[in-house]
């Protein structure tokens, strides 16, 4: 059972102009989201994360907006540089019982590549 | 502050043997958990160790096990490999508590294991 999707496999971009990475997930119990960055050979690198009861939060280049209604999260990075091309993957703590024991569902990633 | 450091980078092995993977987290962090990642599931939950008790429990069968030291460190074992546990195997780790805005897992570079 997917709970969190990324539709998208793959992603190119200009280098300078907007990427834009998206995430669906299915469960209205999550209540925060992160983004992972992975490069070939390496383990996940945590990028950003919100919380519900944020619809936007900004951390330099990325911004990340969520919308409850629709179940949806976006990654904007703005602009883009060559080394921002990488495996991007959204992940949502999964409770259980009212707590999330270090488990993280998440998406199947896209590929984000930005050319010079 | 020294990230989470796995060992070995790489393994080989072949079919029926059992394998163990190493995992020490980022200083101060109690709680360590698996992942496993292969091209066709993505990045699946194994389990989480915190003060040398599992958790919490992904779906893998009874082969997949792991255990936690005094000093936080984490090791997984696979017995009787199969061609199928060929993955990537990522360890993360946290503070602790729930997972959210004041607990975010860090991932190690990951072990590749090869089962032929």
């Known amino acids: 059972d997917q709970q969190v999707k990324q539709n998208s496999p793959s992603l190119s971009v200009q280098e300078g102009r907007i990427s834009i990475l998206n995430c669906d997930y299915t469960n209205s119990m999550f209540d925060y989201f992160l983004w992972y960055k992975k490069y070939p050979a390496e383990g996940p690198t945590f990028l950003i994360s919100?919380?519900?009861?944020?619809d936007k939060n900004e951390d330099g280049r990325f911004t990340v907006f969520l919308n409850k209604s629709a179940k949806h999260l976006s990654l904007h990075i703005v602009p883009s540089q060559p080394g921002d091309s990488a495996v991007y993957f959204c992940?949502?703590?999964?409770?259980?019982?009212?707590?999330?024991?270090?488990?993280?569902?998440f998406g199947q990633g896209t590929i984000l590549t930005v050319h010079p | 502050k020294a990230g989470v450091t796995q060992t070995p980078r790489y393994l080989i092995k072949t079919r029926g043997q059992q394998v163990t993977l190493s995992c020490s987290p980022i200083s101060g962090h109690r709680s360590v958990s698996w992942y496993q990642q292969t091209p066709g599931q993505g990045l699946q939950f194994l389990f989480e160790y915190f003060s040398e008790t599992q958790r919490n429990k992904g779906n893998f069968p009874g082969r997949f096990s792991g255990r936690q030291f005094s000093n936080s460190r984490s090791e997984m074992n696979v017995s009787t490999l199969e061609l199928g546990d060929s993955a990537l195997y990522l360890c993360?780790?946290?503070?602790?508590?729930?997972?959210?805005?004041?607990?975010?897992?860090?991932f190690g570079a990951g072990t590749r294991l090869s089962v032929l």
């Open positions: 919100i919380s519900s009861i944020k």
């Open positions: 992940a949502a703590p999964v409770n259980a019982g009212g707590t999330s024991y270090g488990k993280l569902t």
């Open positions: 993360a780790s946290s503070l602790g508590g729930s997972l959210g805005a004041k607990n975010i897992q860090y």
